[in-house]
Each structure stands twice: as structure tokens, then as C-alpha cells.
């Protein structure tokens, strides 16, 4: 079944310290995206990628960092930069930038 | 500035009754519209979109209406179940190609 899977479900991560969300597509779509979800914030816009090997910031890519070294690949490094990185993590997918996305089921990653 | 708003944070319908979600929108470049529904700790699906030369779009119980001279769109669903209970995101697309720019959600609880 073509889907896209996000790892891990749920993340603790210590102050201080980098960690990476991985998420990966087998739907052959060009586009992918990363959003943050926060209470009463709907979802914003970190980064996102048009084509392999190519990048843009979003409305919050500070303290974020992205890869995209393979289409069915967008890696997410959440830095010690970041300054309230507690949060629900969406990775998604489409054919083309802009359309509709698929979605995976998210990473919640906490600060402890 | 939020470009695509959705001033209800909550919306509580009786089971059978119609449920009417409202979405408006500042940006006139958008063209595409498009509603999700997300379920705690779940990523969003698709549920019906809309291109801006359309005026409504039907899917089974949801319809989906635009009034582009007032910028808004409105998501109806009739009749209202308690699986329908769940938060809806409005998203829009900017002719110029980009990511979609989500609003920050309504909840729909639905009451049998």
C-alpha cells in the first residue's frame, strides 16, 4: 500500500540536544512538507521541498533544519536552536506543490 | 498576518442536524481550497476541495460552498454523525504555486 510513514510516533528529547524525525514516501510525489501543530495554532509551515535536492523555509524554519537527498525521503532536525520545540510534528505529500497532500500520522516529539 | 482564518474554535451540533463550518480568506491569488479533518494524535485527511471557478462542490453528505466576492468558503455536512466529531482545517493554494496555508481549525463535536 503506498502511504507515507513518519518515525517515531513519540519523542523525548533533553534540552540541549538535536534530534531528526524521519519521514518517508512510497507515492512517488514530487512535494513534501513538514508542519508543526501547537494548540490553538493550526498548522504551520516549516519547510518544504519542491524536487530532490531542494528546499524552502516556511513561515517557522527557524531553529529547523531540512534534507532531501531522495525523492521518497525529507528528514526534519529539530536543533538545540530551537526554542520551544515541544510540539505535534506532520510530515506530508503531493504530486505537485500545492495540491492535495496526503498525510502521515505525525511525531510528538516533548522537551524534558 | 493570518491569510486563511477560521474564526470558530468550536461548533457543537446535534447528531442529524446540519453542521456548518466557516472559513475566510485575504489572499485573491488563492485558487484551490480545500478542507481536512484530523483526529487527536492522528495527521489530517482529505475530505473536499474546491477550485475558485466553482461555486460548490458536493461530496455525499458534504458540500462545500465558495463566495469569492466575500472571500469566504463554508464546509457543510448534513446529516451530522458523532464519527464526524474531530477537528476541520480550511486550507487554500496560491495560484503562484505554494504550500497551502491552513487556518487554525474548528472542532466539531457532534452530540447523539
Known amino acids: 500500500d503506498g502511504g507515507i510513514t513518519q518515525s517515531p510516533k513519540y519523542l523525548f528529547r533533553k534540552e540541549g540536544q538535536n534530534v531528526t524525525l524521519s519521514c518517508e514516501q512510497n507515492?512517488?510525489?514530487?512535494?513534501m512538507y513538514w508542519y508543526r501543530q501547537d494548540p490553538g495554532q493550526g498548522l504551520r509551515l516549516i519547510y518544504y521541498s519542491q524536487i530532490v535536492n531542494d528546499f524552502q523555509k516556511g513561515d517557522i524554519a527557524e531553529g529547523y533544519s531540512v534534507s532531501r537527498e531522495k525523492k521518497e525521503s525529507f528528514p526534519l532536525t529539530v536543533t538545540s536552536a530551537q526554542k520551544n520545540p515541544t510540539a505535534f510534528y506532520l510530515c506530508?505529500?503531493?504530486?505537485?506543490?500545492?495540491?492535495?497532500?496526503?498525510f502521515g500520522s505525525g511525531t510528538r516529539l516533548t522537551v524534558v | 498576518d493570518q491569510q486563511v482564518k477560521q474564526n470558530s474554535p468550536s461548533l457543537s451540533v446535534q447528531e442529524g442536524r446540519i453542521s456548518i463550518l466557516n472559513c475566510d480568506y485575504t489572499n485573491s491569488m488563492f485558487d484551490y481550497f480545500l478542507w481536512y479533518k484530523k483526529y487527536p494524535a492522528e495527521g489530517p485527511t482529505f475530505l473536499i476541495s474546491?477550485?475558485?471557478?466553482?461555486d460548490k462542490n458536493e461530496d455525499g453528505r458534504f458540500t462545500v460552498f465558495l463566495n469569492k466576492s466575500a472571500k469566504h468558503l463554508s464546509l457543510h455536512i448534513v446529516p451530522s454523525q458523532p464519527g464526524d466529531s474531530a477537528v476541520y482545517f480550511c486550507?487554500?493554494?496560491?495560484?503562484?504555486?505554494?504550500?497551502?496555508?491552513f487556518g487554525k481549525g474548528t472542532t466539531l463535536s457532534v452530540s447523539s
Open positions: 507515492l512517488n510525489h514530487d512535494a
Open positions: 474546491i477550485s475558485s471557478i466553482k
Open positions: 486550507a487554500a493554494r496560491d495560484q503562484a504555486g505554494t504550500a497551502l496555508i
Open positions: 506530508a505529500s503531493s504530486e505537485g506543490l500545492g495540491y492535495g497532500y496526503t
